[in-house]
């Protein structure tokens, strides 16, 4: 068996099309801004792909770059400050921040109605209890990205590994919402590569690369592969050994170019989502 691998970069560009089509119609430019904080070379290749993204789909979008050593209260005065701001339908907090800045008070601060990264404890909570408004955009992704797959969902074993705030959790809720039995799996999981070896869809989202191997993926399962790393001689690897996995998994993502696009295919959705609402 080879796994159909799964072109995200294809899907994200097909979504950004009908969305460019979508946001041509409204009676005005939805509007994005993305704060930098610091220098994260990552970051600001993030920051630069997501702008280039916004403008193809006829979104407004700007990024606001402050220093790393802004303190906590001035960058709470920056994000008061795009809350007020009528023009403004989405505000992203670039992460990771500075050390000396507190994640979840500058999530906090953010208006939900503006939170396009999903990640304000309304709009987690509104998820949670299975009503989302605007959900965090990777596993939001990937959920585009298996349906665009003809990936069922409903009825299946589904095993998220990982568990932060960021991807794991949001990523079983959505997945519960759409019928599949969950596992959240972790560093604590005992016998995680059995645990692993149940899914029929396995979504990897630690960090650490190609901690998947290939005896760890079910004969036929789908394989997402959130992680991206950087590795000792600067290529990217995911979570997933890719080139293990592939003759077990019947559907598999690359890194790059299976879930990163759809993450920001995502935010220009939520983006738009954001727009209209404030306005209706």
């Known amino acids: ?49 997501k702008d280039r993204a916004a403008a193809g789909a006829g979104i407004f979008a700007r990024t606001v770059r402050l220093p790393t050593a802004m303190s906590e209260a001035e960058l709470l005065s920056c994000i008061a400050g795009l809350n007020d701001d009528a ?39 509104r998820l949670a209890e299975g009503t989302p408004f605007l959900a965090p955009c990777t ?40 019928d599949a039995t969950v596992t959240i799996a972790h560093s604590r999981t005992r016998n995680l590569a059995a645990e692993c070896r149940r899914a029929e869809i396995l979504v990897a989202a630690v960090g650490r690369a190609q901690m998947v191997r290939g005896d760890w993926v079910a004969d036929g399962a789908t394989v997402i592969d959130v992680g ?7 290529t990217l690897a995911g979570d997933v050994a890719f080139g293990e996995c592939l003759p077990h998994a019947g559907a598999i993502t690359p890194v790059p170019g299976g879930v990163g696009p759809m993450t920001i295919a995502c935010l220009l959705e939520n983006t738009v989502t954001a727009a209209i609402a404030r306005r209706n």
């Open 87 to 125: 023009a403004v339908d989405g505000i992203l907090v670039q992460l990771p921040l500075p050390a000396h800045i507190r994640v979840g008070v500058i999530v906090a601060a953010i208006d939900p109605a503006k939170d396009v990264d999903g990640f304000h404890p309304l709009n987690v909570g």
């Open 139 to 178: 596993p939001t992704g990937v959920m585009r990205l298996l349906a665009a797959a003809n990936v069922v969902a409903a009825g299946a074993r589904a095993v998220v590994l990982g568990r932060s705030a960021i991807v794991g959790r949001p990523m079983a809720a959505l997945l519960l919402a759409a």
């Open 228 to 234: 991206i790393n950087r590795l000792a001689d600067g």
């Open 1 to 49: 068996m080879t796994a159909r691998i799964l072109d995200g970069r294809a899907i994200a560009m097909a979504m950004r099309s009908a969305l460019a089509g979508r946001v041509a119609t409204l009676p005005f430019v939805p509007g994005l801004v993305v704060v930098l904080v610091g220098d994260d070379a990552a970051s600001a290749v993030y920051v630069r792909n």
